[in-house]
Every structure is written in structure tokens, then in C-alpha cells.
């Protein structure tokens, strides 16, 4: 079967850095998401990436590994408007996207 | 601005009754998509379409209906036989045939049945 893994939760501290890790095994691989979702609302799109490295984008970067089925999302300089879930979506050989649970993260002053 | 709309946010109905949940893009996205999301679990595929007049069951289709007879509209009727209907559901989006094409969402339903 296909299955994508995140912790279910983790705590940080604002100002501080944290990494969420999402690790995979599906039929194929022809690209990896991340989104985040704030409580109630939609998900909204954060990265993407398919060749293996590192994608940074302002505080957020996201690497990939296709050889490890690995994946990790690095938040810096954490703000209180970072606490929201954070989902990782993988889309496998028919293009179909294969989702995570999510991984709830919870800022503190 | 461009975007998706579903609505209404918060809905309650009586079990046995069928409810249909609306959603709307005016993104020109040829492709829509219908997720349910369920507390410790990943969005699940209901259905999805890829062009007006044609639609395809995904991952939980059994006690859902949908249609489309607009590019804009994509509507999600939850049956009486659907077991299990209460739940966060999430219409969304995307652009066909482009790499990376990233999913728009709307801001939800939240379904209850009693």
C-alpha cells in the first residue's frame, strides 16, 4: 500500500527554528507538496518540489530526498501565526495526490 | 480576486435526508476535486472532474453524487447512504497539465449529521 508519514504533533518556540519530516513509500514518484492549514480553513500551498535538494522560499524551505523517500519542511524564525497543521501530499505514478495526515504544530510565547 | 467558494461553512441535517454542498471557482481551473478530511487522517478523494459533462470516483465514493454542468461549479451531494457523512469537506482546484500545478481549496464545509 502507499503511505506518507508526519508526526502528529510537535511544539516550538517563537523566534526559534523547526523541522517537520515527512517520510513516504507509494507507487512511483512525480512530485512532493507541502501545504498549511490553519484550523477551520483551507490548505494552502507552501512548496513543491520533485529533483532531490533544498527549495527555500523566505523563513520556509523544503528538501527532498527521492532515494530516502524523505522529506522535510524547516520553518525559522517562528511566528504565533505559524501554529497551523502542515501537510505533506506526495503524487505517485498515476498522478494521483496521496496525503498525510498532518502534523499539527503549536507555537509558544 | 480569483478563487474558490464553497458554501455554506457549517451545515446540519437529520439523518436519512440527502444534502448538497456547493462549490464554485472562478479560477478557469479545468479540474475540481472533492476531499473529505477527518481528524488523524489525510485528505481522501471523493470525487474529481477534469472537464464539463465527466467526473471520476476517487478513493470513498460510495454515498456521494456530484456533477458538472459548468466549468465554475462542482457540486457534492451527500446521500442517505453514506454511512459515516459527518465530516470537514474541501473542494479545490487546479490547473491540467502543468507540473507542480498546486491544488486551490476552498475554506470548507463542516458537515454534521444527527
Known amino acids: 500500500g502507499q503511505n506518507i508519514d508526519q508526526p502528529t504533533e510537535m511544539t516550538a518556540t517563537e523566534g526559534a527554528i523547526v523541522q517537520i519530516n515527512c517520510t513516504y513509500q507509494t507507487s512511483g514518484f512525480n512530485g512532493l507538496f507541502w501545504y498549511q492549514q490553519h484550523a477551520g480553513e483551507a490548505p494552502t500551498f507552501l512548496s513543491y518540489?520533485?529533483l532531490d535538494g533544498l527549495e527555500e522560499k523566505g523563513r520556509f524551505s523544503s528538501f527532498l530526498s527521492r532515494s530516502k523517500g524523505y522529506s522535510y519542511l524547516l520553518l525559522k524564525e517562528l511566528q504565533m501565526k505559524d501554529s497551523a497543521s502542515y501537510l505533506c501530499?506526495?503524487?505517485?505514478?498515476?498522478?494521483?495526490?496521496?496525503w498525510g495526515a498532518g502534523t499539527k504544530l503549536i507555537i509558544k510565547p | 480576486d480569483g478563487g474558490i467558494t464553497q458554501s455554506p461553512k457549517y451545515l446540519f441535517r437529520k439523518e436519512g435526508q440527502n444534502v448538497t454542498l456547493s462549490c464554485e471557482q472562478n479560477?478557469?481551473?479545468?479540474?475540481m476535486y472533492w476531499y473529505r478530511q477527518d481528524p488523524g487522517q489525510g485528505l481522501r478523494l471523493i470525487y474529481y472532474?477534469?472537464?464539463?459533462?465527466?467526473?471520476q470516483k476517487g478513493d470513498i465514493a460510495e454515498g456521494y453524487s456530484v456533477s458538472r454542468e459548468k466549468k465554475e461549479s462542482f457540486p457534492l451531494t451527500v446521500t442517505s447512504a453514506q454511512k459515516n457523512p459527518t465530516a470537514f469537506y474541501l473542494c479545490?482546484?487546479?490547473?491540467?497539465?502543468?507540473?507542480?500545478?498546486?491544488?486551490?481549496f476552498g475554506n470548507g464545509t463542516r458537515l454534521t449529521v444527527t
Open positions: 479560477l478557469n481551473h479545468d479540474a
Open positions: 518540489n520533485v
Open positions: 479545490a482546484s487546479s490547473i491540467l497539465g502543468r507540473e507542480g500545478s498546486p491544488l486551490h
Open positions: 501530499a506526495v503524487v505517485d505514478s498515476n498522478y494521483q495526490l496521496i
Open positions: 472532474s477534469q472537464i464539463v459533462n465527466d467526473f
